[in-house]
């Protein structure tokens, strides 16, 4: 007869087929190209966030608010965790992640680069790189997942 101590002295089981045991982080998540470019976004707005710390800090808000909704969606899929909220469309709000930060980045980068400091400077070369890099995860969740959803319906 299985009991609760049976299932928690197994080990867990490998890769998709554990479904949503706990929170533990899918390691094939991390090494995908989705997962990549969520690691990559996480990094360049770190670092812009660190470059406007030490130059023009009126920035610096949209800098880490755009770190800690990048950290969210990156913890939801590398947990999988997302998939307990059904009713939400995942790969609508990535895309509009991805369009406001294109967005916010761009403004904030060439208003700061308008001070002439180092750090502002630097903040805005590291400021363009990010906003291509979200630029092009809008366009794979786009041709992914938003455009087989509109040719199938």
């Not at 770190?46 to 023009?56: H, K, L, P, R």
């Not at 059904?86 to 001070?115: G, H, K």
């Not at 002439?116 to 995860?137: H, K, M, P, Q």
């Amino acid at each position: 007869m299985f009991s609760a101590w049976d299932r928690r002295e197994r080990p867990p089981e490998e890769g998709a087929a554990s479904g949503l045991q706990g929170l533990g982080v899918d390691k094939t998540f991390l090494s995908s190209l989705k997962g990549i470019l969520l690691e990559t976004e996480l990094a360049l707005t770190f670092i812009i966030f660190i470059c406007f710390t030490a130059s023009v800090s009126a920035y610096m808000a949209a800098a880490l608010l755009e770190f800690f909704i990048t950290l969210a969606f990156l913890f939801l899929y590398a947990t999988q965790y997302y998939q307990r909220f059904d009713r939400l469309n995942w790969p609508c709000l990535d895309f509009l992640r991805c369009v406001s930060a294109i967005i916010i980045f761009l403004v904030v980068s060439f208003a700061a680069v308008t001070s002439r400091e180092g750090a502002a400077i630097a903040a805005f070369v590291f400021g363009i790189i990010l906003v291509s890099v979200f630029a092009y995860d809008a366009f794979k969740i786009y041709r992914t997942e938003l455009m087989t959803r509109t040719t199938e319906g």
